[in-house]
């Protein structure tokens, strides 16, 4: 079975530009998380969304932005972006309602 | 007081000892609890789960639970260079608004020698 996609793999974007990232889950799970890791840092929380809703939202400015598709697939949107946001995003599918949650490859993004 | 809080390492250990990670955690009502190894360069893999109190055996992996103390550690056995990695502790909080958000902590570097 594929696990979670992501694309692209890596992104090199200027200040005050846009970005929008993207990821599959695994086949059969209908809720996608992302995530953001900043060098020597732990990942953390940015959104969840189950059945298309989103379901909870952490601590990130509203330059961020996500949907989830009818087809279960999402995407991450960041506006003006700023040098700070030079990250590894990550996006986990879980199945259901359960606990686990399996993380993409990433999307490496720079920010000049 | 960060919510889930690991010694960052590096843990140098000898090919085919026993390497322990801690972890500790201070949201009192959280229930669930993973550790996922993380390679340079790549994404978190998810390793162990772990929800009740005690220990969980998988292969050269066992996680353990304390609860009322708050911790939770990850033993590998006989370990391998190829174990060399980040091993990030996972909580989900207890009162996480009906969604689970994985709370992170940063992660200890394991480092096996031949």
């Known amino acids: 079975d594929a696990g979670v996609t992501q694309s692209p793999t890596h992104l090199i974007k200027t200040r005050g530009q846009h970005v929008t990232l993207r990821c599959s889950p695994i086949s059969g799970h209908k809720s996608v998380s992302w995530y953001q890791q900043v060098l020597g840092q732990g990942p953390q929380f940015i959104f969840q969304?189950?059945?298309?809703?989103?379901?909870g939202r952490g601590n990130f400015p509203d330059r961020f932005s996500a949907r989830q598709f009818p087809n279960y697939s999402s995407e991450l949107n960041v506006n003006a972006l700023l040098l700070g946001d030079s990250a590894l995003y990550l996006c986990a599918s879980t199945l259901g309602r359960s606990y686990e949650q399996y993380f993409g490859p990433g999307t490496r993004l720079t920010v000049t | 007081q960060k919510e889930v809080e690991q010694n960052s390492g590096p843990l140098s250990v000898p090919e085919g000892a026993i390497a322990s990670l801690n972890c500790t955690y201070s949201d009192r009502g959280s229930q669930s609890f993973f550790w996922y190894r993380q390679y340079s360069g790549k994404s978190p893999e998810l390793i162990m789960f772990?929800?009740?109190?005690g220990d969980k055996e998988d292969g050269r992996f066992t996680a353990q639970l304390n609860k009322a103390s708050q911790y939770v550690s990850l033993l590998i056995r006989d370990s391998q260079p190829s174990d060399s990695a980040t091993y990030l502790c996972?909580?989900?909080?207890?009162?996480?608004?009906?969604?689970?958000?994985?709370?992170f902590g940063a992660g200890t570097r394991l480092a096996v020698h031949p």
């Open positions: 969304y189950y059945e298309k809703e989103e379901r």
């Open positions: 996972a909580v989900i909080p207890g009162f996480s608004g009906g969604y689970n958000k994985l709370i």
């Open positions: 772990i929800y009740s109190n």
